[in-house]
Protein backbone atom coordinates (compact mmCIF):
# COMPACT_ATOMS: atom_id res chain seq x y z
CA UNK A 1 0.00 0.00 0.00
CA UNK A 2 1.50 3.24 -0.72
CA UNK A 3 0.17 5.72 1.83
CA UNK A 4 0.05 9.78 1.10
CA UNK A 5 2.02 11.35 4.44
CA UNK A 6 1.11 14.69 6.50
CA UNK A 7 1.80 15.77 9.96
CA UNK A 8 -0.37 17.04 12.66
CA UNK A 9 2.15 19.08 14.89
CA UNK A 10 5.03 16.70 15.06
CA UNK A 11 3.08 13.55 14.94
CA UNK A 12 2.64 11.76 10.95
CA UNK A 13 0.03 10.39 9.61
CA UNK A 14 -1.14 8.29 6.14
CA UNK A 15 -3.41 7.97 3.89
CA UNK A 16 -4.25 5.31 1.77
CA UNK A 17 -3.06 7.17 -1.90
CA UNK A 18 -5.47 4.77 -4.13
CA UNK A 19 -8.54 6.98 -2.91
CA UNK A 20 -6.75 10.38 -3.24
CA UNK A 21 -8.04 12.18 -6.16
CA UNK A 22 -5.41 14.71 -6.22
CA UNK A 23 -3.38 17.30 -4.26
CA UNK A 24 -3.59 20.63 -5.00
CA UNK A 25 -2.29 23.92 -3.13
CA UNK A 26 -4.00 25.27 0.07
CA UNK A 27 -6.29 27.92 -1.47
CA UNK A 28 -7.94 30.40 0.36
CA UNK A 29 -11.85 28.47 1.26
CA UNK A 30 -15.27 29.70 1.66
CA UNK A 31 -16.41 29.78 5.68
CA UNK A 32 -19.13 28.33 6.24
CA UNK A 33 -20.58 29.93 9.27
CA UNK A 34 -22.17 27.98 12.34
CA UNK A 35 -20.42 24.72 11.10
CA UNK A 36 -18.03 23.29 13.82
CA UNK A 37 -14.11 23.92 13.78
CA UNK A 38 -12.47 21.32 11.78
CA UNK A 39 -14.95 22.56 8.70
CA UNK A 40 -12.54 24.22 6.82
CA UNK A 41 -14.88 25.77 4.31
CA UNK A 42 -15.48 25.30 1.01
CA UNK A 43 -13.79 25.81 -2.71
CA UNK A 44 -15.03 25.11 -6.52
CA UNK A 45 -13.13 22.09 -8.09
CA UNK A 46 -13.53 21.19 -11.76
CA UNK A 47 -17.52 23.19 -11.53
CA UNK A 48 -18.02 21.18 -8.37
CA UNK A 49 -18.28 22.65 -5.06
CA UNK A 50 -16.55 20.46 -2.33
CA UNK A 51 -16.62 20.55 1.48
CA UNK A 52 -13.12 20.84 3.25
CA UNK A 53 -12.16 19.63 6.35
CA UNK A 54 -9.17 20.98 8.60
CA UNK A 55 -6.96 17.59 9.84
CA UNK A 56 -5.11 19.38 12.06
CA UNK A 57 -8.49 21.23 13.32
CA UNK A 58 -9.90 17.39 13.86
CA UNK A 59 -7.38 15.49 14.89
CA UNK A 60 -5.05 17.94 16.77
CA UNK A 61 -7.17 20.77 17.95
CA UNK A 62 -5.49 23.58 15.83
CA UNK A 63 -6.18 24.83 12.57
CA UNK A 64 -3.61 23.94 9.82
CA UNK A 65 -1.51 26.44 9.38
CA UNK A 66 -0.06 28.40 6.11
CA UNK A 67 2.63 26.58 5.48
CA UNK A 68 4.38 26.28 2.24
CA UNK A 69 3.72 22.76 2.26
CA UNK A 70 0.03 22.68 3.55
CA UNK A 71 -2.30 21.21 0.67
CA UNK A 72 -6.10 20.41 0.12
CA UNK A 73 -5.64 16.29 -0.41
CA UNK A 74 -9.08 15.53 -2.66
CA UNK A 75 -10.27 12.50 -1.56
CA UNK A 76 -12.50 10.01 -3.13
CA UNK A 77 -15.61 10.05 0.29
CA UNK A 78 -17.67 6.96 -0.09
CA UNK A 79 -21.18 7.55 -0.05
CA UNK A 80 -24.01 5.36 2.14
CA UNK A 81 -24.98 3.71 -1.16
CA UNK A 82 -21.23 3.33 -2.59
CA UNK A 83 -21.55 6.48 -5.08
CA UNK A 84 -18.25 8.78 -5.06
CA UNK A 85 -18.09 12.01 -3.21
CA UNK A 86 -15.33 14.51 -3.54
CA UNK A 87 -13.93 15.73 -0.02
CA UNK A 88 -11.50 18.32 0.57
CA UNK A 89 -8.73 17.45 3.46
CA UNK A 90 -6.67 20.01 4.40
CA UNK A 91 -3.12 18.88 5.83
CA UNK A 92 0.21 20.07 6.54
CA UNK A 93 3.64 18.96 5.00
CA UNK A 94 1.80 16.72 2.15
CA UNK A 95 5.21 16.63 1.10
CA UNK A 96 6.39 12.37 1.10
CA UNK A 97 5.05 8.90 0.54
CA UNK A 98 5.42 5.33 2.38
CA UNK A 99 5.19 2.20 0.67
CA UNK A 100 4.11 -0.58 3.16
CA UNK A 101 3.32 -4.17 3.03
CA UNK A 102 0.56 -5.27 4.52
CA UNK A 103 2.90 -7.20 7.36
CA UNK A 104 3.76 -4.07 8.35
CA UNK A 105 0.73 -2.97 9.62
CA UNK A 106 0.08 -2.97 13.28
CA UNK A 107 -2.85 -2.83 15.08
CA UNK A 108 -3.28 0.58 16.47
CA UNK A 109 -3.08 -0.38 20.18
CA UNK A 110 -6.21 1.34 21.25
CA UNK A 111 -9.59 2.04 20.26
CA UNK A 112 -11.59 5.18 20.41
CA UNK A 113 -15.39 5.23 19.93
CA UNK A 114 -14.99 8.89 18.87
CA UNK A 115 -12.15 8.27 16.51
CA UNK A 116 -12.90 5.15 14.40
CA UNK A 117 -11.10 6.81 11.57
CA UNK A 118 -7.17 6.20 14.05
CA UNK A 119 -6.89 2.33 11.73
CA UNK A 120 -3.16 0.99 11.79
CA UNK A 121 0.26 1.94 12.83
CA UNK A 122 3.72 1.57 10.63
CA UNK A 123 6.66 1.47 13.05
CA UNK A 124 9.64 2.17 11.18
CA UNK A 125 13.22 3.18 12.44
CA UNK A 126 12.37 6.88 11.56
CA UNK A 127 9.13 6.70 13.62
CA UNK A 128 5.50 6.02 13.50
CA UNK A 129 3.14 6.39 11.28
CA UNK A 130 -0.60 6.61 12.21
CA UNK A 131 -2.52 5.21 9.06
CA UNK A 132 -6.46 6.96 8.41
CA UNK A 133 -9.31 5.22 7.48
CA UNK A 134 -10.32 7.79 5.74
CA UNK A 135 -14.21 7.05 5.17
CA UNK A 136 -14.52 6.89 8.24
CA UNK A 137 -13.68 10.71 9.05
CA UNK A 138 -16.96 11.61 9.21
CA UNK A 139 -19.73 10.78 11.47
CA UNK A 140 -23.13 9.73 9.90
CA UNK A 141 -24.27 13.50 10.93
CA UNK A 142 -21.21 15.52 9.66
CA UNK A 143 -21.40 13.56 6.33
CA UNK A 144 -25.23 14.66 6.24
CA UNK A 145 -23.94 18.01 6.86
CA UNK A 146 -21.20 18.30 4.85
CA UNK A 147 -23.63 16.72 1.48
CA UNK A 148 -26.87 17.09 2.46
CA UNK A 149 -28.09 16.71 -1.22
CA UNK A 150 -27.91 12.69 -0.13
CA UNK A 151 -29.89 13.25 3.02
CA UNK A 152 -32.46 15.04 0.85
CA UNK A 153 -33.34 11.69 -1.23
CA UNK A 154 -34.49 10.19 1.07
Request: with cysteine.
Amino acid sequence: MLLLLFNVGAERYGLDSSRVIEVVPAVPLRSVPQAPAYVAGLFRYRGRIVPVIDLCALLGGRPAGQLMSTRIILFDYPGPNGESRVLGLVAERVTDSLLVSEDELKPPGLSLPGAPYLAQIVDRPDGLTQCLAAGELLSEEAAAMLFPEEGSAS
